[in-house]
């Protein structure tokens, strides 16, 4: 099934700003807004955000995402070495009735 | 609060079926899809298909048509996913999770080991 397009890598420096983004169709994020989960190593899933700028309670502030047409996009400012992880991107398709993923994006804290 | 507790790891060999539960507490069972993902070793997330646990209704994406069932046990709150005509292209860790505003609860996941 068509997924939705991460860059495979992101890397930046302690305290710095990152923005990860996730492209889909007018079939999946650009209609039914896309949601965000991060994954440490040997952990499932966690939900960060949904319909493309709501963050679940608990979620640290410094996550911010939102959307532009077919592209979604997460912000995580400050960055600290617990956000090197997995990012997954994920959205209903309506046009195959299925939910698709992102391939994910690993971010790297220097 | 939620839980989403899912059965141990198996080994099964080639053409063989697996049979995963995931057993939930915390929140009204029958208010809440639940959906099937998996993780191949190394790989991303790939979305297996979703149950309806008020009706037992069930959908899933053309690749795992004719091969995998999803049940529920309304009586135990437990969802059950088995997937048969196995290949070493189904070893993956497998996951439940609950759809409420995207997938908000996981499964710690069970890994699912084909060889032979």
């Known amino acids: 099934q068509a997924g939705l397009t991460q860059p495979p890598s992101v890397s930046k420096g302690l305290r710095q700003t990152a923005t990860l983004t996730c492209t889909g169709n007018s079939n999946n994020v650009g209609d039914q807004g896309a949601a965000w989960l991060q994954q440490q190593q040997g952990h499932p899933p966690k939900l960060l955000s949904y319909r493309d700028h709501n963050r679940p309670s608990g979620i640290s502030e410094r996550l911010s995402a939102s959307r532009s047409g077919n592209t979604a996009s997460l912000t995580i400012t400050g960055l600290q070495p617990e956000d090197e992880a997995d990012y997954y991107c994920?959205?209903?398709?309506?046009?195959?009735?299925?939910?698709?993923f992102g391939g994910g994006t690993k971010l790297t804290v220097l | 609060q939620v839980q989403l507790v899912q059965s141990g790891a198996e080994v099964k060999e080639p053409g063989a079926s697996v049979k995963v539960s995931c057993k939930t507490s915390g929140y009204t069972f029958t208010a809440h899809f639940m959906h099937w993902v998996r993780q191949a070793p190394g790989q991303g997330l790939e979305w297996m298909g979703m149950l309806n646990p008020a009706d037992g209704g069930a959908g899933h994406p053309q690749k795992f048509q004719g091969r995998v069932t999803m049940t529920r046990d309304t009586s135990t709150r437990t969802v059950y996913m088995e997937l048969s005509s196995l290949t070493s292209e189904d070893t993956a860790v497998y996951y439940c999770?609950?759809?409420?505003?995207?997938?908000?609860?996981w499964g710690q996941g069970t890994l699912v080991t084909v060889s032979s």
């Open positions: 994920s959205a209903w398709d309506s046009s195959l009735s299925a939910w698709v």
């Open positions: 999770t609950r759809e409420s505003n995207s997938f908000d609860y």
